[in-house]
């Protein structure tokens, strides 16, 4: 494939990007909030916890990234969620993140900030809902 074909399909790549980042960030909501899929923590934790309210901003924000409404700003808002909890949470143990298991935090606080700047790709509803500002450049 030459690179104008490849380039033809950037949205919808960059869409898939966006909704299989969501399902997996959305996850870690549902786990810190209704103990579902079952992980390291027991069972949901206090709503009005910084567990709490990052597993808001993960379900919520999740979900808003998954159909690509608001994308652009909610994007802004989980990239500093996600830079907030690796220093607060993962740096401390390492300055290493393949040691201290901050590598999740960082690629989900770079791709939210490339969100921020590319807009949500292909398949959004911010497009669709005539969210000017909102909309993606690239789609």
Known sequence: MNTE???????QALAVLRIVAALLFLLHGTQK??????????????LLS??????VLELVGGLLLLVGLFTRPVAFVLSGQMAVAYWIFH????????N????????FCFFFLYLVFSGP?????DEKLGK?????AAA
């Not at 740096?91 to 393949?98: D, E």
């Not at 201290?100 to 690629?107: E, F, T």
């Not at 000017?132 to 993606?136: I, L, T, V």
């Open 100 to 107: 201290n298991g901050g590598d999740a935090s960082i690629l």
């Open 50 to 55: 910084l567990f709490g309210i990052g597993g």
């Open 121 to 125: 790709g292909a398949w959004n509803l």
């Open 132 to 136: 000017g500002g909102m909309a993606s």
């Open 5 to 11: 074909t490849l380039n033809r399909f950037a949205p």
């Open 33 to 46: 909030l209704f103990a579902f899929p079952m992980g390291q923590m027991p069972g949901p934790v206090p």
């Open 91 to 98: 740096a401390p143990a390492s300055l290493y993140p393949v």
